[in-house]
């Protein structure tokens, strides 16, 4: 192939005077750079298999009480890598397989730990909602170096207001020693069952190094309350990471047949839809790395070829 592109370049740039040496040593210095840009892109941009960061099959899907579609669950990383940029797809069909919508989201944390979970929710808004029969998920990423592991859960306890809405609160301190900025405390609530019926955040702004603070967290639909039996605890700061908690499937304690709504319409479904998925729900995070070096390569060569020929015209 090299042979093949020498000839036709001492064939096409004769006229020019320039030797074969000369343009084989360009040729080379030329492969050389790309060789390095394509590992450079490919370092960047690794991604990882795609068994690695997975959906758990707890997700459930249900309408929510603006009619829209609501998918909750969790996706755990199961590599040796953090991840991050982590782009969760979620294409739904109809009864007849049809594609009838697809929403495009993240997890709540941005960046996932080895071993770590975090909590999603992604919904369909359009009218088509209410023809889901089935979904499947695709899952993009990459590997990222790990936050520290600062931010400990110190206690965590729940309780039912007037309201009937479920409160979820506690203390949480940072034992790094710089401040933690914008803290993301997440949850996510399950049923009997184990399934994902809700998953919500809040934020605190700032904790200082090696100081404690509250939080708290509320599932604003009332009318789950009486349908979820635990939850797990999720914390990141845009410095840190959690260190893991025992609060991972924490029973509600306060759940009793006096919190029972049913005498009230609950305005959602608790129906799980029929699930359509892979076996494996992840795939490479970006544009192959190998694929942007061609396409860099030929794009650089055609420019090299076409400066060398301009600059080598004689002149008329």
């Given at each position: ?13 004769s006229?020019?005077g ?21 590992v ?28 829209y ?45 080895a ?12 009218a088509a ?30 309780q ?29 609530c ?50 840190y ?11 509600v ?14 305005p ?49």
């Amino acid at each position: 192939m090299v042979n093949f592109l020498l000839k036709f370049l001492k064939n096409v740039m004769s006229f020019n005077g320039l030797s074969l040496g000369r343009i084989k040593t360009s040729i080379i210095f030329v492969l050389m750079f790309i060789t390095l840009v394509n590992v450079m892109f490919t370092a960047l941009y690794q991604t990882t298999s795609a068994e690695e960061l997975v959906v758990l099959p707890n997700h459930m899907g249900r309408i929510n009480a603006l009619g829209y579609y609501v998918v909750y669950g969790e996706i755990e990383n199961r590599g040796s890598s953090a991840a991050s940029n982590i782009i969760i797809t979620v294409t739904f069909f109809d009864a007849s397989g049809n594609v009838i919508g697809e929403k495009i989201g993240s997890p709540f944390l941005d960046v996932l730990p080895a071993g770590a979970k975090s909590p999603f929710e992604l919904y369909l808004s359009t009218a088509a909602a209410s023809k889901v029969s089935s979904y499947k998920f695709d899952v993009k990423y990459t590997t990222t170096n790990p936050k520290p592991e600062k931010l400990k859960i110190l206690s965590s306890k729940t309780q039912i207001y007037i309201d009937q809405k479920l409160s979820i609160s506690g203390e949480i301190e940072n034992t790094g020693d710089s401040k933690a900025d914008i803290v993301k405390v997440a949850v996510a609530c399950y049923d009997e069952a184990g399934r994902v019926i809700t998953a919500t955040e809040t934020y605190i702004y700032e904790i200082g190094p090696h100081e404690k603070t509250n939080y708290e967290v509320v599932v604003e639909e009332w009318w789950l309350t009486k349908n979820i039996r635990s939850y797990s605890l999720y914390v990141e700061s845009l410095e840190y990471a959690m260190i893991p908690s025992s609060y991972d499937h924490a029973p509600v304690s306060e759940i009793s047949s006096s919190t029972s709504v049913s005498s009230q319409p609950s305005p959602t479904s608790l129906t799980t839809s029929s699930l359509t998925t892979s076996g494996s729900y992840a795939s490479p995070a970006l544009v192959e790395p190998s694929l942007v070096g061609v396409a860099f390569l030929t794009i650089l060569c055609l420019s090299f070829l076409f400066y060398i020929m301009i600059k080598r015209r004689p002149s008329m």
